[in-house]
């Protein structure tokens, strides 16, 4: 017998519990279920880029490497060849023109690392600093600072095709990357490139992807090409009046407002899909998916890792 009423009180506390948790969950306000779909969003996204910086880091620098032979070949008038490099490219370009920037948002090692350092400059911020907000651009500055990237990579272009970019050998804050993320240190010619990298560091401390935005070459190759329509983010006509939260959460301050959406520079990390109360932005495959929303990522995790491998982009294969 007393074992019996044992056994119901533990069952009777457990229904509880749940009845509990059940009408915890009712009573979370519109902001409360949109704050955790935005950070359930943000860990799926910051586990893939964590993935693919142990994996891949060195699938910029290849993408890179490919466009400065091309033009290097060009300026010699040397016979175009498909080498590694120039594959690397090629394979990054093709899944872009298919997915959109993903690359960008999900599997880039400079972007993995510039959202990380500009959360652990939040942290900063916030915790130790007590400041309400974290500090970030005017978006004035940003919309001109985005044009810098494409200068860069019509320089490096002329350089390449006069023989020149070589003669830079230790001013590329890139390639010191590389090396760092295959465990090397410098050379000691890496002075310049080192500096340039802390710099980098520092502006993604005070705004979110700073190099991708304003300094990325392969950002400017990405973001002229012609993306397929099927991964364009839409925006339908359910908007709140005034309420643009979802152009406060891109990290590359785009408007989504038709004639103003400059979808070259999006990155595809779907921070205004997660952040929109009414679910106004979405994609084909982000409706399908429902609210199994990590499904779409996973896929193209998938494909972009069996891409990589077969790039020889994957540090374990």
Same mark, same amino acid.
């Given at each position: ?101 993903? !690359? ?30 974290? !500090? ?182």
């Amino acid at each position: 017998m007393a074992e019996t009423a044992a056994s119901q009180q533990t069952e009777t506390t457990r229904t509880k519990t749940l009845s509990d948790r059940d009408t915890a969950k009712k009573k979370r306000t519109p902001a409360q279920l949109r704050q955790q779909n935005m950070r359930r969003r943000r860990f799926f996204r910051a586990g893939i880029q964590a993935f693919f910086f142990l994996a891949m880091p060195g699938a910029f620098v290849a993408g890179f490497t490919g466009v400065k032979h091309l033009f290097q070949w060009i300026g010699t008038g040397e016979v175009l060849q498909m080498d590694s490099f120039v594959c690397a490219l090629i394979g990054l370009a093709v899944f872009t023109i298919l997915f959109g920037r993903w !690359f960008c948002g999900f599997a880039c090692a400079f972007g993995g690392l510039g959202d990380f350092v500009y959360w652990l400059s939040g942290l900063v911020q916030t915790k130790l600093l007590h400041r309400k907000k974290q !500090f970030r651009l005017p978006e004035q500055i940003v919309r001109r600072g985005q044009t810098v990237k494409y200068l860069l990579l019509a320089v490096i272009v002329l350089l390449c095709c006069l023989g020149l970019y070589d003669k830079l050998t230790g001013w590329s804050p890139w390639d010191v990357f590389s090396r760092l993320t295959a465990l090397k240190l410098p050379a000691d010619g890496y002075v310049v490139g080192i500096i340039l990298l802390l710099l980098i560091l520092a502006g993604m401390a005070v705004q979110p992807r700073f190099f991708c935005q304003f300094l990325c070459p392969m950002g400017a190759v990405f973001s002229i090409l012609p993306v397929l329509p099927w991964s364009d983010l839409e925006r339908g006509e359910q908007c709140i009046p005034g309420y643009s939260i979802c152009e406060k959460q891109c990290p590359v301050a785009l408007k989504l407002d038709g004639a103003g959406n400059r979808g070259g520079e999006c990155i595809a990390c779907e921070a205004c899909v997660a952040a929109c109360p009414r679910k106004n932005i979405s994609r084909w495959d982000v409706k399908l998916a429902g609210k199994y929303f990590w499904i779409p990522g996973l896929i193209r995790a998938v494909l972009f890792f069996a891409l990589g491998v077969g790039l020889g982009l994957c540090r374990f294969f």
